[in-house]
Structure formats: C-alpha cells, structure tokens
C-alpha cells in the first residue's frame, strides 16, 4: 500500500469515528476522486456518515487533484487545504459547497 | 454636515441616502452597493478618501471575534487599508457594545425569554448578540455551517461555537468572501427553503438580515425576529408572514434601518472616538441609539 493510500485509510477511519463529522455527514453521500499527478488514484466514498476508501469508483462527484506530497500533506493534517489551494497546488472540481465541506472536514479531523 | 458613505459588497439595489442625528449632531449617511465587485469597491474607497468623514464596509468584515480571539478578514482588512486619512469601519464596535445592550433591554422588556430557542443564522459574525442571547437564558441554534455552508449541523452551545470558531475561521477567512456570504445579486435570490425546520422550530430569529432572507422560506407566526439593514418591503414581507416582533438594533430612517458599519460610521464621524479606543463604549451608550420595534395589530412603533 502506498503512503498516501494508507493516508487515505486514517484519514477515513477517523471520518467514520467522529461523532461530530458521522452527524454532520449523515447527508452527504459523495464520491471523491483522489488524483495525484504523480501517482495511480484512490477513491473516497462518503455515505450515511461514514466515509471508507473503495477501490474503484463511478462518475466521481469531486475531484481531488495536486502532488503526492501535497495530497499526503492534506490528508494527513501535516497542513491545511485552503495555502495550497489558494495557490494552486490543490484542485479540487466539483459543487462549490462539496469543496467547503470537504475543507471543514479536513480542518476539524485533526486535532479533535 | 459630517458625511459618511457605507461600501457595500451587496446589491445596488439597496442604495439609499439619509440623514441621522447621532450625539445631537446630523450626519449625512449614504450607502453605495458594489454588486460584489471587489475591484470596483477599491477604487470607490480610494476615490473617497479624505472627501468624506467615515467610512463603512458593508457584506464584508474586517475583523471576527470569537470569544477572546480577533481574526482579521484578509478581504475586509484591504478595503480598510485603501482609505489612508478616512476611517473605515465594519460594525464590529456597534456589535461588540450596542447589540448585547439591546437583547438585554429586550429581556427586561419580557420580548426575549428564558427558555426560548434562538436561530442565528450567523453567530461567527455576532459573538457578542450570541453571548447576550445564552446568557438571557435562551437555547441557542447557531446556523454559521448550515448558511455559510450548507452543512446540516447546528451548532447548539456558545462554547461549541468558539471551538469551532478557533479551528475554521482562521482558514475560511482565507477564501473567497463569495463564498462564505450572499453579495451581489445573490442577495436578491429566491429564498433556500432547505434549512426551514430551524426557522419553523425557533422561538427567535437572530442575525445578519441577508442570512436570514436568503434561506427564509416559510411562515414567522408568533416569532421575534432581532435583525439589522432591512427596508420597507422587508418589513411588508415579514409581517405579511406572521412575524408577530420585528426588532432591528438600529433606528428606522426614511423606512429603511441600517446596517452596523453605517452606524459605527455616523459615531465615529461625530466624536472622533473609534472602537479600539477605551472611550469607546462609554460613547455607544451615550450616543442616544434606539432599536426599532414593529409588532402588528396595532403596529406598534418605538423609535
């Protein structure tokens, strides 16, 4: 498994223990795209308020785009989305109100 | 005359001229909507500084405080920083000093009670009224992730609020304002009717007016609503809806009341004292604001 991979597996696990993200989530039923430019992708899924990595995916409903490093940085909490997305080493396509909650789940996961 | 002129990242439709009579002194106030265009906000402020006495941001903050902490709104701090002799103020001073006075004048008068759910559509930008609300003994339903948002999450607690406060204001400032607050037309949109159980189950209305306009959807029977910047047709609107209080912190002028930066403005104009100074809440206290108060069948008025 990759180091971003298994990113993505923390990164799920502690969306799906959260109680606070499980009651804000319990709507959103989305599927993330997560597309390293330097590296194969992985897949997100958000349903019922627990979020899991799958191994392939749909027509996505985000696309989760930028470096390896980048993208571990996001996942991981070393950083937050918003310097690099500003910047351009993040990019993330889809409905704009998808990309904020997206944003608020990376900056509450960490850290709580 | 002092004057003072509100920039609003909002319609232009909502323009307006009046006069106010703040420390017994008039002062000519006036608001000029930028339609969202940042750009052309800039270039007003320059255009004004040191033609006018005060100036006002309006759809934009420049400073949030959340319990102790004072974030400044990068947006917010630019359209400041392009007046270099005149004031800017975003109503942060009015927030801070004059809308506690007011849910506290509203207890006494028995309108606001114990007990009572409050929605504030938007507390992140009114601490302070959220603050005075729980300490009134009302339950708070604070809606900053369901309007800012769309995130079905109410936030019940002012302690959860400055939680939440610490560890997203300091990055969602960064975004886009566009994002975070109906300017433009989008303040004009139909309402979103996807939040209306909050609205249906609140005792109380609280907040930024075009918070509560844009996701306004059902009837108001029997409620409070604690408000500013709203005109005539707004106040048609929510008494047509059942709405049995109307209470905005500022004045009603010419039939429309106005928004914190214009009356932070007017004040700052008028004594020189500005929010950061220690004179400052002496000054809001003794400046002689009232809240305005509609209740239908018989309407009454308290200016």
Redesign the interface.
């Known amino acids: 498994m990759s180091q971003l991979a298994d990113t993505l597996a923390r990164f799920a696990e502690a969306c799906s223990r959260n109680e606070?993200l499980r009651?804000?989530n319990?709507?959103?039923n989305r599927l993330i795209l997560v597309q390293p430019d330097d590296a194969d992708p992985h897949w997100l899924f958000y349903q019922g308020g627990e979020a899991a990595v799958v191994e392939e995916g749909g027509e996505p409903d985000l696309i989760v785009e930028g470096s390896s490093a980048v993208l571990q940085n996001i996942f991981s909490g070393a950083s937050?989305?918003?310097?690099p997305y500003?910047s351009g080493d993040l990019r993330v396509r889809g409905a704009?109100?998808d990309v904020?909650?997206l944003?608020?789940i990376a900056?509450?996961i960490w850290?709580e | 005359m002092k004057t003072v002129v509100s920039i609003s990242l909002g319609s232009s439709r909502r323009d307006h001229r009046a006069e106010l009579t703040v420390l017994g002194e008039p002062v000519q106030v006036s608001r000029r909507g930028m339609d969202g265009r940042l750009d052309r906000a800039l270039e007003v402020i320059h255009a004004l500084d040191g033609r006018v006495d005060a100036l006002g941001l309006g759809g934009v903050d420049r400073f949030l405080t959340v319990g102790a902490r004072r974030y400044t709104v990068p947006v917010g701090e630019q359209l400041a920083q392009a007046a270099t002799a005149t004031p800017v103020v975003d109503g942060s001073g009015i927030k801070a000093v004059w809308e506690p006075l007011v849910v506290e004048q509203l207890a006494a008068d028995r309108i606001l009670k114990p007990g009572q759910t409050a929605l504030m559509v938007s507390a992140l930008d009114r601490y302070p009224m959220a603050a005075a609300l729980e300490a009134a003994g009302l339950h708070l339903v604070c809606g900053d992730l369901m309007f800012s948002a769309r995130i079905d999450y109410p936030i019940r607690t002012l302690a959860e609020l400055a939680e939440l406060g610490q560890r997203l204001v300091p990055e969602m400032v960064k975004l886009p304002f566009q994002r975070l607050y109906p300017v433009g037309s989008e303040q004009e949109a139909e309402p979103d009717p996807r939040f209306l159980r909050h609205f249906q189950d609140a005792d109380v209305v609280a907040g930024d007016f075009h918070f509560i306009r844009r996701y306004l959807a059902g009837r108001l029977d029997g409620k409070v609503m604690l408000t500013t910047s709203t005109t005539a047709d707004d106040v048609e609107m929510l008494l047509a809806r059942g709405l049995a209080t109307l209470v905005t912190t500022s004045p009603r002028l010419m039939g429309r009341t106005y928004g914190t930066n214009v009356l932070e403005a007017a004040l700052v104009a008028v004594s020189g004292v500005r929010a950061e100074d220690p004179a400052w809440g002496d000054t809001v206290r003794a400046a002689g604001l009232s809240p305005f108060v509609v209740r239908p069948n018989p309407r009454e008025v308290r200016a």
């Open positions: 606070r009651q804000m319990h709507d959103w937050t989305p918003t310097e500003m704009q109100d904020m909650r944003d608020i900056l509450l850290g």
